[in-house]
C-alpha cells in the first residue's frame, strides 16, 4: 500500500502526513512548536526538504536526516497500525498535480540608482529581500533590524548597504536611522513587524498588546515622521508599509496582531491622502502566508479552534522574494500613479 512506501526527504508533507510512521514524527514535531498539523495545509504539495529551506535555519540538515531514518525504521514500520484501504481511492498513488513552474526573480538594473531607501526588519525575511533587491538595483540602502548579529549577515551580502542595528519604537534609533541615510530618503519601506500569540480579546495580556502595537504601529507611525519632512524638502518620495490579510480580515490572527494590522491600514491610506500633492505615494502590501522568520504560537485553546480552523484554506507560502518584488515595484517609479492602495500579495486568499 502506498502508506507503506519509503519517505525521503523529497517526499511531499501530505506524503509524510498520511505515513503511519512518518505521520506521528511530523505532527510531534509540530506540537513541539504549538502547532497542530492544519499549520502545514498550505505547504501539503512542497517536499519536505522546501519546507525546510523555508525555516530560517529551525529545521537543519541533520534534524531532516533522522526524520528520514526514523520513518523507514523497519521495526517502526512493523509497528505501526495497518489500515486495509485496498479498496478506497490512495491519492498517494495518484501522480501529483501539476506544479506552476517556479517564480524566479528577475532584477532591473538601475532602478533604484541615486536613490535612497530606508527598510526596516532587513536581518531576516521579508525586510532582508526587500534590502537586497534595491541594493541589487542601484539603491542606496540604510538597512535597519534590532539584532545586530541578523543585520551583519545580511548587509556583508548588500553593496554599499549601510547597517543600523536598533529598536524602531525607541526615539535614538529613529535619529540615527535618519542621519544614516545622509540626509535624503527617497523611499522607505516598513517591513518590522512582529506576531501575537493568537489570543482573543478577553484572554490577552498587556504584554503582548503593548509589545505588538508598539513594534507594528507605534515604529511605523515613529518613523515615518521623521522621514517625511526630508521627502518634503526633496519633492517627493515613495513609503510602503507592510500591513497583513490580517489587515482586511478578522480571521487571520489574534486581537493584537489583527488590530496592529487594521491600524497599519488606516495610517497608510490617511497618509496617502494628506501628501497625495506632494508626490509623496503612500501604499501598503498585505501578506499571506510566507517563509519568514515570524513564528506563530498558539497561547489560546479559543484561539487554536477559531484561526486554526481558518488556516486549513491558507493558499501555498509565498517565497519572502515574492514579497520583495511587489513591495520593490511599489517603491520605485514604476508605480508612478499608485498612492493610497492596499495591495494583497497573498496568493489569492483575499478573494476567499
Do not use: C
Request: no cysteine; glycine share 10%.
Amino acid at each position: 500500500m502506498a502508506k507503506d512506501k519509503a519517505l525521503s526527504a523529497k517526499s511531499s508533507i501530505g506524503a509524510w502526513l498520511k505515513h503511519p510512521v512518518g505521520g506521528p514524527i511530523l505532527r510531534d514535531l509540530l506540537a513541539q512548536g504549538g502547532q497542530t498539523e492544519s499549520a502545514l495545509a498550505p505547504v501539503k504539495l512542497f517536499s519536505l526538504e522546501r519546507v525546510a529551506s523555508m525555516s530560517g535555519g529551525r529545521m537543519p540538515q541533520e534534524m531532516i536526516d533522522d526524520m528520514v531514518r526514523r520513518a523507514n525504521d523497519p521495526n517502526a514500520l512493523a509497528a505501526a497500525p495497518v489500515t486495509d484501504d485496498d479498496d478506497e481511492d490512495d491519492e498517494d498513488e495518484l501522480p501529483a498535480p501539476p506544479m506552476a513552474a517556479p517564480w524566479v526573480e528577475r532584477i532591473t538594473p538601475g532602478r533604484f540608482d541615486g536613490k535612497t531607501v530606508i527598510v526596516t526588519g532587513a536581518g531576516s525575511g521579508i525586510g532582508r529581500a526587500v534590502a537586497a533587491r534595491v541594493a541589487a538595483e542601484g539603491g542606496k540602502v540604510v538597512a535597519v533590524d534590532i539584532s545586530q548579529e541578523r543585520l551583519d549577515a545580511a548587509v556583508a551580502e548588500m553593496p554599499g548597504a549601510v547597517a543600523v542595528a536598533g529598536d524602531i519604537t525607541s526615539e535614538d534609533a529613529i535619529a540615527k536611522v535618519v542621519a544614516a541615510a545622509g540626509g535624503r530618503v527617497d523611499g522607505l519601506a516598513n517591513v518590522a513587524g512582529i506576531m501575537d500569540d493568537m489570543t482573543p480579546l478577553h484572554e490577552v495580556s498587556d504584554a503582548v498588546w503593548s509589545r505588538v502595537m508598539a513594534v507594528n504601529v507605534e515604529g511605523t507611525f515613529r518613523l515615518t515622521r521623521a522621514v517625511l519632512p526630508l521627502m518634503l524638502e526633496a519633492g517627493g518620495g515613495s513609503i510602503v508599509n507592510v500591513a497583513s490579510e490580517a489587515g482586511l480580515r478578522g480571521s487571520a490572527a489574534g486581537l493584537a496582531y489583527t488590530t496592529s494590522k487594521h491600524a497599519v491600514v488606516g495610517l497608510t491610506k490617511s497618509t496617502s491622502f494628506m501628501y497625495a500633492g506632494k508626490n509623496i505615494r503612500v501604499n501598503a502590501v498585505a501578506p499571506g502566508p510566507v517563509a519568514t522568520g515570524i513564528e506563530a504560537s498558539f497561547a489560546s485553546e479559543l484561539g487554536q479552534e477559531r484561526v486554526g480552523l481558518a488556516m486549513t484554506i491558507l493558499p501555498p507560502i509565498a517565497e519572502a522574494a515574492q514579497l520583495a518584488a511587489s513591495i520593490t515595484w511599489l517603491l520605485s517609479d514604476d508605480a508612478t500613479n499608485v498612492t493610497g492602495v492596499i495591495l494583497p500579495s497573498d496568493g489569492g486568499w483575499s478573494a476567499i
